[in-house]
């Protein structure tokens, strides 16, 4: 199946990339470079937005921007100003991330890189579960000491896919993979009805 341009669902993709103490030096600078791939792969007609996370949050732009050269330089400056000092307050971020209005003409698709070095993992899970929506939360694991159980379950709580990044030269390889399987969506808010069946077991289960 190879859709065409009127078939791919337009995308709002939100990073949110965290600056905290715990990932300085090259876990840091793993997910900026991780970042600004991803961000080369939004398709025409795409919008993005950046949040940076410690213990506070800065957000690139008020609303979403185009996906365009001028406005990639431009979050190009914005990451490259960030460095890792403070805390993790991971949930602090994502409900900053969906405080962000969003829009029925675009899929939205959250996308956290971070080492997970966090507790009140179940208050995160639970913020996931409360407010995703139609969206759809994908995790990046940066460095060689990732929260793994958290990464995962956050992904699959947000119905998408979890990544890891233990080596530079992982980085390419990965953002492709991402890609790939999140570039050109279809159909979103899929219902079925089973007409009477009794249906035991469904995958996946959400």
Same mark, same amino acid.
């Given at each position: ?19 905290? %103490? #715990?990932? *300085? ?32 949050? /800065?957000?690139?732009?008020?609303? #979403? ?9 431009? #979050? ?9 000092? %403070?805390?993790? *307050?991971?949930? @602090?971020?994502?409900?900053?991330? =969906? ?23 179940? =208050?995160? =899970? ?17 460095? #060689? ?43 979103? /808010? ?9 249906? @035991? /077991? ?5």
């Amino acid at each position: 199946f190879d859709p065409g341009p009127g078939e791919i669902v337009k995308r709002e993709l939100l990073f949110v990339l965290d600056r905290s %103490g #715990s990932m *300085e030096g090259e876990p840091l600078e793993q997910a900026k470079i991780a970042l600004k791939k991803a961000l080369r792969t939004l398709r025409t007609g795409d919008i993005f937005n950046i949040i940076m996370f410690n213990h506070t949050c /800065d957000i690139l732009s008020e609303r #979403s921007l185009e996906s365009n050269e001028a406005n990639l330089l431009i #979050s190009d400056n914005f990451i490259n100003s960030t460095c890792a000092d %403070g805390g993790t *307050e991971i949930l @602090s971020a994502m409900k900053c991330a =969906f405080s962000i209005p969003s829009s029925k003409h675009y899929l939205r698709q959250i996308v956290f890189l971070t080492d997970g070095a966090v507790g009140d993992e179940d =208050f995160v =899970f639970g913020e996931v579960e409360k407010n995703l929506g139609r969206a759809r939360l994908f995790t990046f694991g940066i460095g #060689s000491s990732v929260n793994r159980f958290l990464l995962e379950k956050m992904a699959k709580t947000g119905k998408g896919n979890s990544y890891f990044i233990t080596d530079p030269r992982e980085i390419g390889g990965t953002v492709e993979r991402f890609t790939v399987q999140t570039s050109t969506p279809v159909l979103s /808010d899929i219902t079925i009805e089973w007409e009477g069946i009794i249906v @035991s /077991d469904t995958c996946p289960l959400y």
